[in-house]
């Protein structure tokens, strides 16, 4: 599951904020001040920092200068949230190694837009996925070719997509809002159900008892797993 900090000292936003993001299906971790912030994102496991510059000690502009100045979370991405709209803090905050800066009062929706979009420019400079192998089953990404023993399978986009979803995160509970954040592109409108709907097509084809799945199982109130070792997946060389 996508982890996110969120460092923000207004109560009311910060509950706003955990709460909007975790019915998106993100797991989220909250602080109120930067010190602890910036310990967090240097010791903790993130994929993203969403990050308000108004800090009772620390100011936001110095822990995501921290988190840039440490090897280890060079590349974490960082929303940062201000009041302060004014040009300078804007190029500030950039120049600082900020990937997006969002001016108080934003709305929740456009939040959730922009958290999508910089965690979709992260993920592509991440190793893609080139071969999925298991049981019977091998998927090359980049041919976009399926077999199934020594059966060859056809498979539209949209499934391969669906895939390299699963497959960057073997093993893991995935979301039906992180498969269509991240399999579908912005100017399409699917919904939970037309979800549902692919992963069975996907079943299908590729388990042998769709009613008692053995690698893409659902679980229940949560999302869908590929329940494969993380061996199971070849990635680019970088």
Sequence with gaps: MTRILVVE???SIRLGLEDTLVAKGYEVEVVGRGSDGAERALTGRYDLVVLDVMLPDIDGFE???RIRLNKATRKLPV????????ELDRVRGLELGADDYVTKP????????????????AQTDSP???VLAFGDVRVDFVGQVVTRGAERIELPSRAFAILKVLACRAGEVVSRDTLLDEAWS????????????QVVKLRKALEGDTDKPRWLVTVHGAGYKLDVPATAVQWAAR
């Design 9 to 11: 000292d207004d109560p």
């Design 63 to 65: 822990v995501c200068r």
């Design 79 to 86: 929303i940062i949230l201000s009041a302060r709209g004014a």
């Design 106 to 121: 934003f709305s929740l929706l456009e939040l959730l837009a922009r958290v999508a979009s910089v965690l979709r420019r």
């Design 128 to 130: 893609e996925p080139v």
């Design 186 to 197: 912005m100017d399409e409108y699917p919904n939970a159900r037309t979800v549902d709907n």
